[in-house]
């Protein structure tokens, strides 16, 4: 991804919303700086002016494409951030196999291994997490699911859908063994917000990546 292709969303004097790609990181790590969608992003604004900021509101994982907003002040970031549950979140998936049921809500605790491997436990003493999904399409070999987000737990989506027998396409961390269009088949296409200021409802979505539609042809 170079930094004049970043595809912004929504651009206001408050917040800034940009899709991100799949194999980007959301923000720094200490293997890579530069390469980030927060780096992109800062760029962008600060060739505005350089005295431009921006703040994390959230993130994806690398390997998961879509919608991701950035705050310009630290006000903003915070009400985001305190009010992120209460906003619409969705995403879809290519899994794999037939999946049974055609919508569930998917409710479980998630814990962290010190390797960062989100898994599930039996008792509360993991952190609640809470996916509501529906089925969109299905074939013989694969489902795709819209999934909405009642909370935002890392891998959350993942590790569900794993423990569910049916693990993303793509998703060799969490038990895929099929990888047809060589990325995660994960993707955030749906925001539903309360904008911090105006104080109106903002609605993002994003079409559905070309390779995720053509599985089902």
Do not use: C
Not at 4 to 26: A, G, Q
């Amino acid at each position: 991804m170079r930094k004049n292709k970043l595809e912004i969303l929504y651009e206001d004097k408050f917040i800034i919303i940009v899709n991100k790609p799949s194999s980007l990181l959301t923000i720094a790590t200490t293997k890579e700086k530069e390469r980030t969608l927060y780096h992109y992003v800062s760029d962008y604004l600060k060739k505005k002016n350089k005295n431009n900021k921006v703040f994390i509101v959230h993130r994806l994982d690398k390997d998961t494409s879509g919608i991701v907003m950035f705050a310009k002040d630290e006000k903003t970031k915070f009400f985001l951030q305190n009010n992120w549950n209460d906003f619409k979140r969705n995403y879809v998936a290519i899994v794999e196999g037939k999946v049974e049921k055609d919508r569930d809500v998917i409710k479980s605790y998630l814990k962290e291994t010190k390797t960062h491997l989100t898994y599930s436990v039996k008792d509360k003493n993991g952190k609640l997490a809470i996916t509501e999904y529906k089925k969109i399409l299905e074939n013989r070999k694969y489902t795709m699911l819209s999934l909405n987000l009642k909370t935002g737990r890392k891998n959350q989506i993942r590790v569900q859908l794993s423990d569910m027998g049916n693990p993303i396409v793509g998703d060799k961390k969490y038990g895929s063994k099929k990888d047809p269009i060589g990325r995660l088949a994960l993707t955030a296409n749906t925001l539903e917000f309360i904008h911090p200021k105006t104080k109106k409802k903002i609605l993002i979505d994003i079409d559905l990546p070309n390779s995720f539609i053509e599985i089902f042809k």
